[in-house]
């Protein structure tokens, strides 16, 4: 995931680690200083491990949540589509003959390596008969010559529909409509065309691959014809249907590489159909579709997982802080000696830079193989919730796991670990050489210096600049986190002019203030989307809260004083439990940070988990509207009337309504703000949908008064159309659309 990031990321990777070795190399009695603190002292060095490793394996987890999820979308580009990278399809057989003939001089062109034309349309097909009868309402039916079929693509067998053309009254059928029906070779299916019933015997089953993957209307269960079939069974039928004419385009290169041609074939495609594209030729990238769906959902999962354990990461810098502080604490009595022979501070600092360096690498090569472990439990958990979904349409996770995500996640691993080793350890030089040799408390707050003081108030006027431009222009991330360092680099001055704690616990509040009511001052500043604006306020509150206890412990321990204060071996013990936490600010203000962090994330798991549960039952309603199941079925198939034949003889008492629907495919034009014709789905119903309620609308025009009135509308006048949420870029505004319907 995001190879984007991979360069920056591999350069300061490099960085980091040209100058902890050339820190090595140019002082090495740093580096022996720095290797036989790690030598002497290895349970440390496990604990500083242990307490790196965790950054690392919640990125590396959640990239590969990302790679698995994308590559498994991916896998319907290799397994259904194939060669496949474009087809032109055309509303009638006199259309698609014109069109095919038009792309012919295409051929030998260096991105195209395949032109086929065919011929498809959906059928009913039924296996056996009475209570052993399988159906598959529902069916793409094609025919196709097997001939040039079988080199479809530029390689022979890549086409995934080789072999014999089946001899008449036979067909060919892909793995998938045989699993629908539980079909075998030799086996007859009887299939419904155009009002008629034809049975046909299996000739062979084919892998779901290549054009026997394809599918009309987006419908993989496939039934293969040799050619005319299709033809001559609307002509017998009398119906005035006739089958849609198809091309496929197969692009020069693999799966992928052919993809990255699709847009200059379009236009090339385009060019060559001239006028036919006004007049209801489409050309679709159906393989693109799927590559850039694939992308968006494991971004999307990923980030969600990213977004969720940043608060982990976070809690796990923390704990490397505290890890390198106790160190120094343990430490300090040597590194007071260390300064008093003549060490100066820079030196210190680097012969942890090297310490650090060493636990950062052990670290981020354990955290790719905790974060593989990781991810792969996610995955496990994941795979059981995608298969479980209607219709046969779960998703089969593919475990996955690409160099580049292995390379992002090691790098930001290292990076998150070096760069606060190296923080750390500059506060950790900074000791009293005396009070370290003698090994007593610091000196506590020392005042800054003036140029400091006013550094820090020149950065508030600037944080202070960006807020104001942040908070107008509601960006989510800036409207959080330029306010709170603008407060924070204001604090230096104002503890010049008043005392330490009102200032900080000022400072707390604040920050608590603005970020538990930004978004209700500029409800705007959440609509970006982005998952790094829940990171940035979490994080901001979690900090500003526990800095406000900090700041006003003696009032906590307040709370203390009827026990600690009895002359009681429970007193003493109570006294000496609140001492430490009292005397080491900064630590226990760590500690509380990193545990609240933790707290908070699994009260964000809760109540995420919590607001997905109650909505079930009102979103599986408004989809339901009203309506207990669905059945499917093909107007081929000669059901009749389905409102008859679903509410009488055996169903008769155990139907209350029924509401028929018409769905066919379509091309839409002058939706929102497209300008492209879009491939969607058209629904056709009549009154009887309202039997039951209808179904909930999230927007409607102001002329109608309820939901009611506004589905009247649009099943009895046509001008009026029902759009789903995804289809609608302004529901509540008037515009033209004009909707050509596929016969």
């Known amino acids: 995931?995001?190879?984007?990031?991979?360069?920056?990321?591999?350069?300061?990777?490099?960085?980091?680690l040209a100058v902890a070795a050339f820190i090595a190399l140019r002082r090495p009695v740093l580096r022996r200083l720095a290797l036989r603190q790690i030598g002497r002292r290895r349970n440390e060095a496990a604990l500083v491990v242990a307490g790196s490793v965790l950054g690392t394996a919640i990125i590396i987890g959640s990239l590969v949540v990302g790679d698995t999820l994308n590559f498994s979308i991916k896998q319907a580009a290799y397994d259904n589509l194939g060669p496949i990278?474009?087809?032109?399809?055309?509303?009638?057989?006199?259309?698609?003959?014109?069109?095919?003939?038009?792309?012919?001089?295409?051929?030998?062109?260096?991105?195209?390596?395949?032109?086929?034309?065919?011929?498809?349309?959906?059928?009913?097909?039924?296996?056996?008969a009475g209570q052993a009868r399988t159906a598959e309402p529902r069916a793409s039916v094609w025919e196709v010559d097997f001939t040039k079929a079988a080199t479809f693509g530029g390689t022979a067998g890549r086409s995934g529909l080789t072999g014999p053309a089946p001899g008449p009254g036979e067909a060919v059928i892909n793995q998938d409509l045989a699993d629908a029906l539980g079909a075998r070779p030799g086996d007859t299916l009887t299939v419904y065309l155009y009002g008629a019933a034809r049975e046909v015997r299996v000739a062979r089953v084919v892998?779901?691959?290549?054009?026997?993957?394809?599918?009309?209307?987006?419908?993989?269960?496939?039934?293969?014809?040799?050619?005319?079939?299709?033809?001559?069974?609307?002509?017998?039928?009398?119906?005035?249907?006739?089958?849609?004419?198809?091309?496929?385009?197969?692009?020069?290169?693999?799966?992928e590489g052919g993809n990255r041609r699709s847009d200059a074939v379009e236009r090339k495609l385009k060019a060559a159909l001239g006028p036919l594209t006004a007049q209801g030729v489409a050309v679709d990238k159906p393989k693109q579709s799927v590559l850039d769906a694939a992308k968006r959902a494991g971004d999307g999962l990923g980030s969600l997982f990213l977004f969720i354990g940043s608060f982990s990461i976070i809690a796990g810098v923390l704990l490397l802080v505290n890890i390198f502080v106790m160190l120094a604490e343990?430490?300090?009595?040597?590194?007071?000696?260390?300064?008093?022979?003549?060490?100066?501070?820079?030196?210190?600092?680097?012969?942890?830079?090297?310490?650090?360096?060493?636990?950062?690498?052990?670290?981020?090569?354990?955290?790719?193989?905790?974060?593989?472990?990781?991810?792969?439990?996610?995955v496990v958990v994941a795979a059981q919730i995608f298969l479980s979904a209607d219709d046969g349409g779960g998703l089969d996770l593919a475990f996955h796991v690409t160099p580049i995500s292995l390379v992002n996640g090691f790098a930001m691993g290292f990076l998150i670990a070096f760069v606060t080793v190296t923080l750390t350890s500059i506060r950790i030089s900074r000791i009293n050489i005396i009070a370290a040799i003698r090994d007593l408390p610091g000196e506590g707050g020392r005042r800054l210096k003036r140029r400091w003081v006013v550094a820090s108030t020149l950065a508030a006027a600037v944080f202070?600049?960006?807020?104001?431009?942040?908070?107008?222009?509601?960006?989510?991330?800036?409207?959080?986190?330029?306010?709170?360092?603008?407060?924070?680099?204001?604090?230096?001055?104002?503890?010049?002019?008043?005392?330490?704690?009102?200032v900080y616990s000022g400072a707390s509040l604040a920050v608590l203030g603005w970020g538990l009511a930004a978004n209700s001052v500029r409800p705007g500043v959440l609509d970006d989307g982005s998952t790094a604006t829940f990171i940035f306020m979490g994080t901001l509150l979690t900090f500003a809260a526990v800095l406000?206890?900090?700041?006003?412990?003696?009032?906590?321990?307040?709370?203390?004083?009827?026990?600690?204060?009895r002359p009681t071996l429970g007193g003493l013990t109570t006294r000496l439990a609140v001492a430490y936490p009292v005397a080491r600010r900064f630590r226990t203000g760590a500690i509380l940070i990193m545990y609240s962090l933790v707290v908070f994330t699994l009260v964000l798991i809760t109540v995420l988990s919590s607001l997905i549960g109650s909505t079930v039952d009102s979103e599986v309603a408004n989809a339901a509207g009203g309506f207990g199941m669905r059945a499917k079925f093909n107007p081929a198939a000669q059901l009749g009337d389905p409102a008859e034949v679903l509410t009488s003889g055996r169903f008769a008492g155990k139907v209350e309504a029924v509401a028929p629907l018409r769905v066919a495919p379509a091309t839409v034009t002058g939706l929102g703000s497209l300008t492209d014709p879009q491939d969607v789905t058209v629904v056709g119903a009549d009154r009887t949908l309202l039997d039951t309620g209808g179904f909930k609308l999230s927007r409607r025009l102001a002329r109608f008064a309820d939901d009611r009135a506004a589905w009247r509308a649009a099943l009895s006048d046509s001008s009026y159309v029902i759009l789903t949420s995804t289809s609608a870029r302004r529901p509540a505004r008037t515009r033209s659309t004009t909707c050509r319907v596929t016969p």
């Open 464 to 502: 202070g600049a960006l807020s104001v431009q942040a908070i107008t222009g509601n960006q989510g991330v800036g409207s959080y986190l330029f306010p709170a360092l603008a407060v924070l680099a204001l604090c230096p001055l104002l503890v010049r002019l008043a005392p330490r704690r009102w």
């Open 1 to 16: 995931m995001y190879p984007n990031l991979t360069p920056t990321l591999a350069v300061l990777l490099g960085l980091a």
């Open 330 to 378: 343990e430490r300090k009595s040597e590194l007071g000696m260390l300064r008093a022979v003549g060490m100066k501070r820079g030196r210190l600092v680097r012969s942890f830079v090297i310490e650090g360096t060493v636990y950062a690498l052990v670290a981020a090569l354990v955290g790719i193989l905790v974060g593989i472990g990781v991810g792969r439990a996610v």
């Open 85 to 128: 990278d474009e087809y032109v399809s055309a509303q009638t057989l006199a259309q698609g003959d014109q069109a095919a003939r038009r792309l012919e001089g295409l051929r030998g062109d260096p991105d195209i390596d395949g032109i086929l034309s065919l011929r498809g349309d959906q059928a009913a097909v039924t296996r056996g």
């Open 548 to 565: 406000l206890v900090s700041q006003n412990q003696d009032l906590v321990t307040r709370l203390f004083h009827p026990l600690s204060n």
């Open 207 to 255: 892998p779901t691959s290549g054009l026997a993957g394809a599918g009309a209307g987006g419908v993989a269960r496939s039934l293969f014809f040799g050619p005319g079939v299709l033809v001559e069974a609307a002509r017998s039928s009398g119906a005035r249907a006739e089958p849609r004419a198809y091309t496929m385009v197969s692009n020069t290169g693999d799966v």
